[in-house]
């Protein structure tokens, strides 16, 4: 079992940055990754890290403004945003499953962030 808490959501304008953070407890050792959910929409997959932080994927509409990375000592997984944009208004999640290609269907959620980002 693993337990998440994200934090670091909040309030920017559009061209602005966020840090997210994921505090896993538990049992620690698992890929993690992060999921959105904007109004009105499905939950969709934003970037995957895995226990070592070799392999990272992002989703296509995220590359290049988004850093996903992982403190192993801190039992803690980071989502950098920048340039922000409007359409990336959403609930954030941090999620953990036992691989990258496990992402699809994590087993571990935490209770979501919210970031809104102005115009």
């Known amino acids: 079992q693993v337990q998440l808490v994200e934090s670091g959501g909040g309030l920017v304008q559009a061209g602005g940055s966020l840090r997210l953070s994921c505090a896993a407890s538990?049992?620690?050792?698992?890929?993690m990754g992060w999921f959105r959910q904007a109004p009105g929409k499905e939950r969709e997959f934003v970037a995957a890290?895995?226990?070592?932080?070799?392999?990272?994927n992002y989703a296509d509409s995220v590359k290049g403004r988004f850093t996903i990375s992982r403190d192993n000592a801190k039992n803690t997984m980071y989502l950098q945003m920048n340039s922000l944009k409007p359409e990336d208004t959403a609930v954030y999640y941090c999620?953990?499953?036992?691989?990258?290609?496990?992402?699809?269907?994590?087993?571990?959620w935490g209770q979501g962030t919210q970031v809104t980002v102005s115009l």
């Open positions: 890290i895995s226990r070592g932080g070799v392999t990272i």
């Open positions: 999620s953990a499953a036992q691989t990258v290609q496990a992402m699809g269907v994590p087993p571990y």
């Open positions: 538990g049992r620690t050792l698992y890929a």
